[in-house]
């Protein structure tokens, strides 16, 4: 999804404006990650970008795009850019640690 969104609407309220667009973007991502995944991969990851406009847009985390979309609104700003692309990805496994401090072996007591 690359879309510019505008928060002006001439029959709608700027508050249900932006609840819209949280909605439609809640929805595409819901739509994404539905569908069928290649086969080396354990899920749908997403790069994002956010901004003004398209030229100036910088990324950010999946999770900040709603608070970004309230900062705007709180700023009055009419329009702004989001850029979503989903990405298949292999969740890497935590690396395990061999020296175990502070935890003992429940035998020595």
């Not at 795009?65 to 692309?85: C, G, L, M, S």
Request: aromatic residues 8%.
């Amino acid at each position: 999804m690359k879309k510019t969104f505008t928060l002006i609407h001439p029959k709608m309220n700027t508050d249900r404006r932006v609840e819209a667009v949280k909605y439609e973007i809640k929805k595409y991502l819901k739509r994404e990650r539905g569908k069928a995944l290649p086969a080396d991969a354990d899920f749908w990851g997403f790069d994002c970008k956010f901004g003004s406009t398209e030229a100036n847009a910088e990324s950010v985390h999946l999770a900040e795009i709603n608070k970004k979309i309230d900062e705007v609104h709180a700023q009055a700003v009419t329009e702004f850019y989001v850029e979503i692309i989903a990405v298949a990805q292999q969740r890497t496994p935590k690396p395990v640690e061999d020296d175990a401090e502070g935890v003992q072996d429940p035998e020595s007591e």
